[in-house]
């Protein structure tokens, strides 16, 4: 079945530092790729997606490229602050399993001034 | 608009007890869902409806739990008899369209 891995938390980086969270997928054929963020005490929200080979999704400063060749959607951003300090979880969607979101279990990061 | 509005935001209840959840989707989204979050399991999706049917209930753990959606505006999640394993978070999230899901703040059960 479909499926998405991300890398264990917690992630501590200080501000202004580079961030990388890695996610592969598991899945046939071309499913669509999300980053969503849920911050302390809320729901998540999405934060960027790419709907097929090499797209490339931003927002905030993040970003995400779609990487079929290797079944990857990692999340950057170059210069994270305190205010990025949420838990980060991707996510796949695909035609065989309807609309139904499969996400990875999360990763916590937490940026110190 | 309000968002996905959960309720109540934390529900505490004794073993045995039945609990509903309760849900209001943003207004014209035609897809609901009920997602549970545990630190063991992460996000797992229980149910999802499409025009208040439900699509997929494969992930409805056993039957103490039942979910409806009377009409477009309101869905229930509800547990009868509560066990301490059911105690998680659990989310409401709307959608028009695929992918884009609109998350509620959540209810936080526990479980006694």
């Known amino acids: 079945g479909n499926s998405v891995t991300q890398m264990e938390g917690p992630v501590t980086l200080s501000e202004e530092a580079f961030l990388t969270i890695n996610c592969t997928y598991t899945?046939?054929?071309?499913?669509?790729l999300f980053w969503y963020v849920q911050y302390p005490g809320e729901g998540l929200q999405l934060l960027l997606k790419?709907?097929?080979?090499?797209d490339k999704g931003s927002n905030k400063g993040f970003e995400a490229t779609y990487r079929k060749e290797t079944t990857s959607f990692h999340l950057e951003k170059g210069s994270v602050q305190v205010s990025d300090s949420a838990v980060y979880f991707c996510?796949?969607?695909?035609?065989?399993?309807?609309?139904?979101?499969?996400f990875g279990k999360g990763t916590s990061l937490l940026v110190t001034p | 608009d309000a968002g996905v509005i959960q309720s109540p935001r934390h529900e505490v209840t004794e073993m045995g007890q039945e609990v509903t959840l309760r849900c209001k989707p943003i207004?014209?989204?035609?897809?609901l869902f009920w997602y549970r979050q545990t630190m063991m399991r992460g996000l797992e999706l229980l149910i999802y409806?499409?025009?208040?049917?439900?699509?997929?209930d494969s992930g409805m753990p056993e039957d103490r739990f039942s979910a409806k959606m009377p009409n477009a505006s309101f869905s229930t999640l509800k547990i009868q008899p509560s066990e301490p394993r059911d105690s998680a978070v659990y989310f409401c999230?709307?959608?028009?369209?695929?992918?884009?899901?609109?998350f509620g703040s959540g209810t936080q059960l526990s479980v006694l």
């Open positions: 207004s014209g989204h035609d897809y």
């Open positions: 996510a796949l969607i695909h035609s065989n399993s309807g609309y139904a979101l499969n």
């Open positions: 899945a046939t054929g071309y499913p669509s």
């Open positions: 999230a709307s959608s028009l369209g695929r992918g884009k899901l609109f």
């Open positions: 790419a709907t097929k080979a090499d």
């Open positions: 409806f499409n025009n208040n049917v439900p699509i997929d």
